[in-house]
């Protein structure tokens, strides 16, 4: 079965500062997909950054950048220059055959001023 | 503004009521999903529809009846629900079935079953 774990339930940061979230995952596939996703108060999924596993080179979106380490199966996510608008659930997720996306429990960033 | 458009917002229902959730994109988007959200947890993918046709059911419950009329609308018809069924019923669509059309997610339908 895949599984995706996230070990930090909460975070916090100060504004403009820099954070990292963790995720691992387990897989037997060699070409999948990694996403990290933030679920705001408005409940709405937004996609925040995306991985794919036959390339090498880490993905970056703005202030947003992964660390994929596949050999290891580690995706983390870090975030720099930290906003308050970046205060959310987020979602580390793995795709599995199919289109199915398994997700880790959450990490609950908190961004205080 | 989200894309991915799901009415009603919140929704109240009795066990023995019949109410359907409804999810619109107009992206051009052929593959559709519901997911289920419970408080604090990750989304459970419920059904995928893709090209109009179901492709995935989760092994849900037969009181959950999804439906894809065409490619921008999605319904989940509802009956006889249970009070764990309370949740977020997220809708989402991407231009295909495969990891490289990442998810849009509607902001979901808050539903309670008394």
Redesign the interface.
Same mark, same amino acid.
């Given at each position: 079965a895949q599984t995706v774990t996230q070990s930090q339930p909460e975070m916090s940061v100060q504004e403009a500062e820099t954070v990292t979230l963790s995720c691992t995952y387990d897989t037997s596939e060699s070409d999948y997909y990694l996403f990290w996703y933030k679920q705001p108060p408005s409940r709405q999924m937004i996609l925040v950054i995306r991985q794919e596993a036959y390339k090498q080179q880490n993905a970056t979106e703005n202030r947003f950048s992964v660390n994929f380490q596949k050999a290891a199966k580690s995706f983390s996510l870090k975030i720099s220059d930290s906003q308050l608008g970046d205060a959310a659930m987020y979602f580390c997720a793995h795709e599995t055959s199919g289109s199915r996306l398994t997700f880790g429990e959450g990490t609950q960033l908190t961004v205080n001023p | 503004d989200?894309e991915v458009t799901q009415t009603p917002k919140h929704l109240v229902m009795g066990m023995t009521n019949k109410k359907s959730l409804k999810c619109e994109q107009h992206m051009g988007h052929r593959?559709m999903?519901w997911y289920k959200q419970k408080a604090?947890?990750?989304?459970e993918?419920m059904f995928?529809y =893709?090209y109009e046709k179901l =492709?995935?059911n989760e092994s849900v419950p037969s009181r959950f009846s999804p439906e894809c009329p065409n490619s921008s609308l999605l319904n989940l018809h509802l009956h006889a629900l249970q009070p764990e069924d309370s949740a977020?019923y997220?809708c989402?669509s =991407?231009p295909r079935?495969?990891?490289?059309s990442?998810?849009?997610?509607?902001?979901?339908t808050?539903l309670t079953v008394t």
């Open positions: - | 989200t593959a999903y604090k947890k990750p989304p993918l995928v =893709s =492709s995935i977020l997220l989402a =991407s079935d495969r990891g490289n990442p998810l849009h997610f509607g902001n979901g808050r």
